[in-house]
């Protein structure tokens, strides 16, 4: 994979919302799983995979329909569902109960950061000219 002026580019949310069906905190999750796996912490192919798609040179849906990547994947989700199969109905209940207090704390992040003012936390600038006047 060649390095270019491009591989700094980020991907666009767009994809991200649309792969999560438009739920902002399953897009982050999302997104911060493929950063995880660019990293390299799934092996050479993941990585490879996730830089790809976070770089916005393959989408994710394409990525997945290559045979390299998706066998990676499919070996790597090996072991964690055998360790779910083997899990009790209560421990799974426990996971999951977990699981959706993590994506409605990283929700309610979402929607805090959407009420709050961008930029300097509604501070006003020194600069900024609101409350000067010539006169």
């Given at each position: ?57 393959a989408s994710l849906r394409d ?73």
């Amino acid at each position: 994979m060649a390095e270019g002026p491009e591989s700094t580019r980020k991907v666009d949310e767009s994809e991200f919302l649309e792969m999560s069906g438009q739920d902002p905190a399953q897009a982050g999750v999302l997104r911060r799983s493929l950063e995880e796996l660019a990293s390299g912490r799934g092996g050479d192919a993941l990585r490879e995979m996730a830089q790809e798609v976070l770089s916005g040179r393959a989408s994710l849906r394409d990525a997945v329909d290559v045979s390299a990547y998706s066998d990676q994947l499919v070996a790597q989700a090996a072991p964690m569902a055998e360790k779910w199969a083997a899990l009790s109905d209560a421990e799974r209940e426990a996971l999951a109960a977990e699981g959706e207090r993590s994506m409605a704390e990283a929700q309610a992040r979402i929607d805090e950061e959407r009420r709050t003012p961008q930029g300097d936390g509604g501070k006003k600038s020194r600069h900024d000219g609101r409350g000067w006047s010539l006169y």
